[in-house]
């Protein structure tokens, strides 16, 4: 997806994989640093250990509480921090790490074209996860005025710190741990529960059925089928996988890298094939 990117707006960069211990998160960041990055996505678990690391946090990741992006960023001839991106020529040795977080509009985004949802304000979600992702997921939701939320987590105290943190950040939001006894517009996984084709469904069949909910998000993208999924589509759901939130997440960070606009089309093409193979 960000090759194609890049290769759309011929840029002349290479946007590679690494596995990095979450030890070592620091020792790669000033190597990426070094080596003159122009910067860097983080996925889980680095991005709440990344608040910690990067020199200064955009407006996003201080909303958010969650790095997805680093920008590397060096003073010009009048001392002003610039994206690296904007050096023609040789870089200064004065360079610093920017945090973005790119998750969250993506995330709202995606919910609203993939399900076809007219607004977020108003509706009743329940969120199934309370991590990194679903930490952010909640926060968002409550910013944009959701009727009612109900959080699940496999460690219930999770669940209650993001409960807190509503209530003090959005106090007039109903925020509610534990499963709702009533339908609910959208069910979100925020889990890893679906990565493998043998996970169980993530959430307490007991407690809640889908036929309560009349949409589903699922977060994972691969497979594009979740078993979550399929229950949804079964039991009459409109339902979506996270494609669409990596997409838009990928092409703000792009966009942050470059200064241009991110060729959505290029990219999503790129993404439908290496997910679903066409």
């Keep these: ?44 678990p680095h991005k709440l250990l990344a608040l910690e690391v990067v020199d200064a946090l ?6 958010w509480g969650a790095v997805n992006t680093i920008r590397f960023e060096a003073r010009d001839a009048k001392s002003r921090w ?19 977080n790119t998750d969250s509009d993506a995330l709202a985004r995606a919910l609203l074209e993939d399900l076809d949802l007219p607004r977020l304000n108003g509706v009743t979600v329940l969120l199934l996860g309370s991590g990194g992702a679903g930490r952010v997921a909640a926060l ?61 469904l993530p959430f307490d069949e007991k407690q809640f059925s889908l036929r309560q909910a009349r949409a589903v998000y699922d977060l994972i993208y691969r497979p594009a089928e979740t078993p979550l999924l399929k229950a949804a589509r079964a039991a009459g759901c409109r339902a979506a996988n996270g494609l669409g939130m990596l997409l838009y997440q990928g092409a703000k960070a792009l966009e942050i890298w470059s200064g241009k606009t991110a060729p959505i089309q290029e990219m999503r093409r790129a993404l439908e094939k290496e997910v679903y193979g066409r």
């Design 1 to 44: 997806m960000q090759n194609a990117g890049i290769a759309a707006l011929d840029l002349n960069w290479r946007y590679l994989a690494f596995d990095v211990h979450p030890d070592n998160l620091r020792a790669a960041i000033e190597g990426a640093r070094a080596l003159r990055f122009i910067g860097l996505n983080l996925t889980v």
């Design 58 to 63: 955009d407006d996003s990741a201080r909303t």
């Design 82 to 100: 610039r994206p690296l991106a904007q050096f023609a020529g040789q870089v200064p040795e004065d360079i610093r790490t920017v945090g973005f």
């Design 140 to 200: 968002r939701l409550a910013a944009e005025g959701v009727g009612g939320l109900f959080l699940i987590n496999r460690t219930e105290s999770k669940a209650k710190e993001i409960a807190a943190e509503i209530h003090e950040r959005f106090p007039q939001r109903q925020v509610t741990v534990g499963y709702p006894n009533h339908a609910v517009d959208l069910v979100i996984n925020a889990t890893p529960l679906g990565l493998q084709p043998e996970d169980q």
